[in-house]
């Protein structure tokens, strides 16, 4: 939980810290089409339901959210919302790692030692609509380091798809631990914070 970028004292938030993960709510991470296996259906029971997660038996209340993916899987997503509702939210950008702002993106990519010693000046500064339209190794191999032509320059690009515009970043795992030490309240963009606010809201209702 990072604070939000305002005085939490005249907030609805001022009390958050009071909720604890594990006891008053949990993440469960479901990349990509495995949400195929999660039932939040109400009315759903093991008697008619037999090859999936209830999710109301594991968890109680879910908030679900996916990544916008090109709109993909429309009638998945509907059926998830008729199921939620206001549990229900669809990001504003392809993937989550999207919602990343240009400043944490840039130090992120100096961490890595083929990128530690370039220069920042040559950096190109992505417009909004690009995070919206095409996915993070993209922007940055084709847009932010796009003036860079030297050799052993590490790619973060993908390759996993000939849709040049398609391609999402390699290693998320380690390029997100790596954004993580970047992260400050200041430096949230508001989509993020829009989706933390979502999260904390979902989290007082249910432990009232």
């Known amino acids: 939980y990072y604070d939000l970028p305002y005085n939490k004292?005249?907030?609805?938030?001022?009390?958050?810290?009071?909720?604890?993960?594990?006891?008053?709510?949990?993440?469960?991470?479901?990349?990509?089409?495995?949400?195929?296996?999660?039932?939040?259906?109400?009315?759903?029971?093991?008697?008619?339901?037999?090859?999936?997660?209830?999710?109301?038996?594991?968890?109680?209340?879910?908030?679900?959210?996916?990544?916008?993916?090109?709109?993909?899987?429309?009638?998945?997503?509907?059926?998830l919302k008729d199921e939620l509702g206001l549990n229900f939210y669809e990001l504003p950008v392809i993937e989550i790692e999207n919602l990343l702002n240009y400043e944490i993106i840039k130090k992120t990519i100096k961490t890595y030692a083929t990128?530690?010693?370039l220069d920042e000046l040559k950096f190109v500064t992505p417009s909004q609509e690009v995070f919206k339209s095409k996915r993070l190794g993209y922007i940055i191999d084709k847009v932010i380091m796009k003036n860079f032509k030297e050799k052993g320059i590490k790619k973060?690009?993908?390759?996993?798809?000939?849709?040049?515009?398609?391609?999402?970043?390699n290693n998320k795992v380690e390029f997100c631990n790596k954004a993580l030490d970047f992260i400050t309240p200041e430096s949230l963009s508001p989509s993020s914070i829009k989706v933390i606010e979502k999260i904390l809201d979902f989290i007082i209702e249910h432990n009232k």
């Open 115 to 117: 990128c530690s010693n």
């Open 9 to 79: 004292k005249k907030s609805k938030y001022k009390h958050i810290e009071k909720y604890k993960e594990g006891t008053h709510y949990s993440f469960v991470l479901s990349g990509g089409d495995s949400i195929i296996h999660w039932d939040f259906d109400e009315l759903s029971n093991t008697d008619i339901t037999h090859d999936k997660i209830i999710a109301r038996y594991l968890c109680g209340k879910g908030f679900v959210i996916v990544d916008s993916d090109y709109k993909k899987n429309p009638k998945r997503k509907k059926k």
């Open 156 to 169: 973060f690009t993908k390759k996993t798809t000939n849709n040049e515009t398609n391609k999402t970043i």
